[in-house]
């Protein structure tokens, strides 16, 4: 049996918090309804990104695999070809380009580890944080579903480097529009 | 006394004040391994001569041994040890340490480090020691230095690819093509920064082993086309294995991701193919990966007559009761590509399932004696008892290759006679018509030989002054020596007047497995003669059955026309290229295939082919990098290997017989390659009397000469039309031009010029090939037994056929 003040007075005096907390401001967040970004530097889903000319800044190097503690990331790299008219197999500047880029977001920890290993800052992150579905298959992001949105000025790849002359002035940022003397190789 | 001599071979010195004792003439560079130091290093490998080119293994010696030191450092891959040396390598001196980091940043200067595209990065020696011996930076790039670069890559032919701006012009491909190979097609040209890797601009690197050199390049300039981008070292699984297209044994590692193989390298095995392997070995694995593999068992349909997908189960008692109900007698032929434990199912399945000794694995040429040849002289040969190996090809006098082309059909035996002529002038002679560049290349002599005249040829020898041929001597006969009447029979008569030791090479990986596990009529597993009752009985105490079949079978020959004649009504066949069979009895393709129709034939394949087409009942089979297995060399030596991929869709051999056998009612007894193993060493091999030596007398002659007709010299090449070559468009494309090749006597009378296309006609038909000038016997052309796109052995006729050869237009 406790003292008095244990048997009146405590049961009242938590009521007072209820009371109390009425008059302060609310904390709950009203997800989903309601959205707040989030930091700026949030690691959510990854993204494929794009030169301006929209060709992939990826080249299927697969350091960003290498990189990954949990195994969650799977590339097969391949050969980008100029043979065709069109550049028709064309998909980055260079000689190489990624040609399977998966994501497993059932594995993925989000560390950033990857985005820190690619070397032509190809992978990045968004603060995109949604990633629940109801399936293991539709968490396993394609190349398609990673790849940056065509910005306008931006064409589908493939096609040939628009914007110098060898995949040196890509990375050197020395980015022009391509001139007609400078060959097609 | 022994201990002496040994003793006074050692030299002592002390590297970074650790003492060691080395033999004399080790070079610094690996007397530092045996105290534990790594020197970095890019031009020094084993196998090569020393050159000293990279200068990346540079270290201080204060004594040379004399006891004065070098004024500046040394490069420890040229320098052999002295005694009371004194050397200090990075590890303890910052002379050598800071010779090393210069030269690692001069050989980074021109590099274009694009380490994330190429396929050396992660097992690249460039990239680990300049990790582990280099500067953090570089003070080219910061001064503002312009790296020198070239267009990449370029083409040193269709296989290898080279991107100059990468090669550190270590010179190990140069030297490997020149020292080892001997194709020196590839060479350092230009001076100075500008120095680079080069091919002679009309002659692209032709050579049989030119994916050794993308093995042994220290830095990603030497690429295949046929991995390059693939893969990255980290995705890779090595499993050790053996390569699965020559009967050399050679040994491999299987690179494999994801259950797809991505590619092949050379192990090492000292004792056979030391580092290297064939193009071929290296990349023909794509076969099985093909649209064409089988991936379930199929059953004829009755109604439809149609080939139906079954269930395993379903699928074996189809053909156990199809093999029931052959009223006569069943064939068996397995073909030469199975693992030993493989061979040894089909030879028990046959014997106490099917109960016959119709089962031959020779598709190709063969004959009786030959069967007597192999079951008196070579099986039952191993290492361990005497039979030739690798290490009496390089230290034997004189070799004499009689029906054997190493370069195309042995591409290690090549190697290492190579190597024993250039050491130390082991002279090679050749029973054959044509004098080849292989031959050349290892120093040897062409004994000029008309194709059928090959055992009068080798009864010569015993009294030849010239080759000499003694105790010190080998004599290496290829498995086209059957197709001669009585060669065989004069090799080994050769071997036993002159002392000289014989060893018998086939083509396939499994001929010396059949061989040793009685895949033939006249031999049961383990060598045991099926005419001696006594070994009948000993195999059938072992396998605990009532009988073994006491008379010889049919050979494929008998097989096959007994199947066309209706005496066999029952065939199982595995892995045989149906165009092989056909060509074997020259006669016409329709009766075979309306015998084969006609026939209940069970077929083992890996992939489906006209032969699946034919059969009644499919088993799809595991190809060898699905199963663990064995395959025995052409020393006899064992060459294990394990399972590389799991594939649950198809089976081994062993088992898929086993399935069959249990539906019958007569087990084998054996399920798995292990069980199989088992087995076969617990039967063992037949202590009993051998078989004679055949002693067939040869007929002798041939039509050549005669009438301006001129006689066919064929074989099949390294890079040919194989089955188990396809899908690798590249390493086709690095197959030989096909040529039809004569002397300049017969060139003359063709009135055409060289390289034009002549056309050679032959009993089976014609085909339009240009012609080549080059060292064949009088009477003789030669022309391959088969090309990509043209298959000269099923066009115009077999090696031996008298032939026409004609200029001009058609």
């Not at chain 2, 650790?18 to 790594?38: C, F, H, K, N, Y």
């Not at chain 2, 082991?426 to 090959?454: D, H, M, N, W, Y």
């Not at chain 2, 040793?516 to 009752?533: I, K, M, Q």
Request: net charge negative; aromatic share 6%.
């Amino acid at each position: 049996m406790g003292t008095l003040k244990e048997q009146f007075w405590d049961p009242v005096a938590g009521f007072g918090v209820t009371f109390r907390t009425m008059f302060r401001k609310v904390v709950t967040e009203q997800y989903p309804f309601e959205k707040f970004p989030t930091a700026p530097r949030f690691h959510g889903r990854h993204q494929l990104n794009r030169w301006p000319d929209g060709l992939e800044k990826c080249i299927g190097c697969e350091l960003c695999a290498w990189a990954c503690p949990a195994d969650a990331i799977y590339v097969e790299g391949d050969t980008n070809t100029d043979d065709g008219a069109d550049g028709s197999g064309r998909f980055s500047p260079g000689e190489r380009y990624g040609r399977v880029y998966q994501i497993n977001y059932l594995r993925c920890i989000l560390c950033g580890l990857c985005i820190e290993a690619c070397p032509t800052r190809a992978l990045t992150m968004t603060n995109e944080y949604e990633l629940a579905d109801t399936s293991r298959e539709s968490l396993i992001y394609e190349k398609s579903d990673l790849l940056a949105p065509l910005l306008p000025g931006m064409e589908l790849p493939p096609h040939p480097m628009l914007l110098g002359a060898d995949e040196g002035d890509y990375y050197r940022g020395n980015l022009h529009p391509r001139k007609a003397e400078e060959g097609d190789a | 006394m022994t201990q002496e001599i040994v003793k006074s071979d050692l030299v002592t010195l002390t590297i970074d004040g650790i003492q060691v004792s080395v033999p004399a003439d080790t070079l610094v560079i690996r007397a530092a391994e045996q105290v534990g130091v790594q020197i970095p290093r890019f031009c020094d490998h084993p196998l090569l001569e020393p050159v000293g080119a990279c200068r990346q293994c540079l270290v201080d010696i204060p004594d040379a041994g004399n006891g004065r030191g070098f004024p500046k450092p040394q490069a420890s891959c040229t320098l052999p040890v002295a005694e009371g040396m004194v050397v200090h390598t990075q590890a303890t001196s910052p002379v050598a340490e800071k010779a090393q980091q210069g030269i690692m940043e001069f050989l980074l200067v021109n590099h274009p480090l694009d380490c994330p595209v190429c396929d050396k990065g992660g097992e690249c020696p460039l990239q680990n020691q300049a990790m582990s011996n280099g500067r953090g930076e570089s003070r080219f790039a910061e001064s503002g230095g312009v790296k020198r670069v070239y267009p990449k890559p370029i083409n040193i032919s269709a296989q290898v690819l080279l991107d100059r701006e990468r090669c550190v012009l270590c010179a190990r491909c140069t030297r490997f093509s020149e020292q080892i190979a001997g194709d020196p097609f590839i060479e350092l040209l230009e001076r100075g920064a500008l120095q680079q890797v080069g091919i002679y601009e009309r002659q692209p690197f032709d050579s049989y082993f030119s994916g050794n050199t993308i093995q042994i390049c220290p830095v990603g300039a030497l690429t295949s086309a046929a991995y390059r981008f693939r893969s990255r070292p980290f995705d890779l699984v090595s499993t050790p294995s053996i390569a699965d297209l020559d009967a050399c044994g050679s040994a491999i590692r299987i690179d494999h991701r994801r259950g797809k193989v991505m590619r092949r390298l050379a192990g090492n095995d000292p004792e056979v193919n030391e580092e290297w392997i064939t193009d071929k070995d290296r990349f023909a694995f794509l076969a099985p990966r093909q649209d064409d593999r089988l991936t379930h068992p199929q059953v004829r349909d009755e109604d439809t007559g149609e080939l139906r997908v079954a269930s395993w189960p379903e699928a074996f008692a189809v053909a156990a009761r199809g093999l029931k109900d052959a009223k006569k007698k069943v064939g068996l032929l397995p073909g030469g590509r199975l693992t030993a434990e493989d061979a040894y199912a089909w030879s028990k399945f046959a014997r106490v399932v099917c109960r016959t000794n119709n089962i031959d694995f020779r598709v190709r040429p063969h004959s009786a004696e030959e069967a007597a040849f192999l079951a008196s002289t070579v099986v039952l040969g191993a290492p361990g008892v005497g039979a030739v190996t690798y290490a009496d090809l390089e230290s034997a006098r004189t070799v004499v290759l009689a029906g054997l082309e190493p370069e195309d059909e042995a591409g290690a035996i090549f190697l290492r006679l190579r190597k024993a002529n250039q050491a130390h002038g082991t002279r090679i002679f050749s029973v054959s018509a044509v004098g080849t560049r292989g031959l050349a290349k290892t120093g040897g002599q062409l004994l000029p030989t008309v194709p059928g005249t090959e055992a009068s040829a080798i009864s010569a020898l015993a009294s030849d002054g010239e080759v000499a041929l003694d105790a010190g001597g080998l004599i290496l006969v290829g498995e086209r020596l059957a197709g001669v009447p009585g060669a065989l029979s004069a090799a080994a008569a050769l071997a036993a007047t002159t002392g000289a030791r014989l060893a018998w090479v086939p083509r396939r990986a499994g001929d010396r497995g059949a061989l040793e596990t009685g895949c033939l009529p006249n031999l049961l597993p383990g060598g045991r003669p099926v005419a001696d009752p006594g070994a009948r009985v000993d195999l059938a105490a072992a396998w605990g059955v009532a009988g073994i079949p006491d008379n010889e079978g049919l050979d494929t020959d008998g097989i096959l026309a007994e199947l066309r004649t209706g005496g066999l009504d029952a065939l199982v066949v595995g892995g045989v290229d149906p165009a092989d069979v056909l060509a074997l009895g020259g006669q016409s393709d329709k009766l075979l295939r309306k015998a084969l129709k006609k026939a209940f034939v069970v077929a083992l394949e890996v992939r489906s082919s006209a032969f699946t087409e034919l059969a009644d009942v499919v088993f799809p089979i595991a190809p060898s990098t699905d199963k663990a297995g064995t395959y025995v060399n052409w020393e006899g030596r064992v060459r294990s290997f394990g399972k590389v991929l799991d594939n649950p869709a198809s089976l081994p051999d062993v088992r898929v017989l086993a399935g069959i056998a249990e539906e019958r009612g007569r087990s084998i007894g054996v399920r798995t390659p292990e069980q199989a193993w088992a087995e076969m060493v617990q039967v063992g091999p037949w202590e009993g009397p051998r078989a004679a030596t055949p002693t067939v007398v040869s007929t002798g002659s041939t039509d050549g000469g005669a009438n301006g007709a001129l006689v066919l010299s064929s074989w099949k090449q390294l890079l040919d039309d194989g089955r188990m070559q396809d899908g690798d468009d590249h390493l086709r494309a690095t197959a030989r031009r096909p040529v039809v090749l004569v002397n300049q006597a017969t060139f003359d009378t063709l009135g055409v010029p060289e390289g034009d296309d002549v056309t050679l006609a032959g009993p089976l038909g014609s085909v339009r090939l240009p012609v080549a000038i080059g060292e064949v016997a009088d009477g003789v052309v030669w022309a391959p037994a088969s090309a990509p796109g043209v298959s000269i052995r099923h066009l115009v006729g077999p090696a031996g056929a008298v032939v026409t050869v004609e200029g001009g237009a058609q």
